[in-house]
């Protein structure tokens, strides 16, 4: 199976920052990798698809970019509802799909 | 508006059965192929198991291989998914999303609590 590492686990950042998470491959994935954002007690939100696409609805201060084995996911100006946790997850092989263990994003 | 409503959820012994399903609307849910993926408290996203839109292709995690059963009524617009020899390992929050290789929606979730 692939693996999924992002980094960091966990950090912490104000309002108004521009933040940068990372996820790698275990191998090429070409560009077929989600983000997903989970609030608290939700669900996974779908934000960003094919690496760089932009789920409809999704503000534009995210960003995805990357292919291959390396990814990153950006928003640009975090504002209070973005603090969370962030998943990435690949579908280039599966069964079975696989995600990264999570960046939980939090106000410094 | 596309609406995915899991239940079924509950507290059971290691080694008991319990049968979630997920009901589907919003959408043509026999057009789409569906996933079960659950998260253990406090953890990660781990992906459970798939099944496609015409119940042709199915896949399980290693974790579960040989204990639960995915399956689906595309009559009646839901999945199911039939978990046997419960495990405590097996406790989670239990989410069926679609599949469009990435996921989309999500339901909410049911929580499942494996211990005696």
């Known amino acids: 199976a692939i693996r999924m590492t992002q980094s960091p686990s966990s950090f912490s950042a104000s309002t108004g920052d521009r933040v940068t998470i990372t996820c790698r491959a275990s191998?090429?994935?070409?560009?077929?990798l989600a983000w997903y954002q989970q609030k608290p007690g939700k669900a996974p939100k779908l934000l960003i698809y094919?690496?760089?696409t932009l789920q409809s609805g999704v503000p534009s201060r995210f960003s995805g970019s990357g292919s291959g084995t390396d990814f990153t996911l950006t928003i640009s100006c975090l504002q209070s509802e973005d603090f969370a946790t962030y998943y990435c997850?690949?579908?280039?092989?599966?069964?079975?799909?696989?995600f990264g263990q999570g960046t939980k994003l939090e106000i410094k | 508006e596309v609406q995915l409503v899991e239940s079924g959820g509950g507290l059971v012994q290691p080694g008991g059965s319990l049968r979630l399903s997920c009901a589907a609307s919003g959408f043509t849910f026999s057009s789409y192929s569906m996933n079960w993926v659950r998260q253990a408290p406090g953890k990660g996203l781990e992906w459970v198991s798939y099944i496609s839109s015409s119940s042709s292709t199915i896949y399980y995690a290693d974790s579960v291989k040989g204990r639960f059963t995915i399956s689906r009524d595309n009559a009646k617009n839901s999945l199911y998914l039939q978990m046997n020899s419960l495990r405590d390992e097996d406790t989670a929050v239990y989410y069926c999303a679609r599949d469009f290789d990435w996921l989309l929606p999500w339901g909410q979730g049911t929580l499942v609590t494996v211990s005696s």
């Open positions: 191998q090429g994935i070409s560009s077929y």
């Open positions: 094919a690496a760089s």
């Open positions: 997850q690949q579908y280039y092989s599966y069964p079975p799909y696989t």
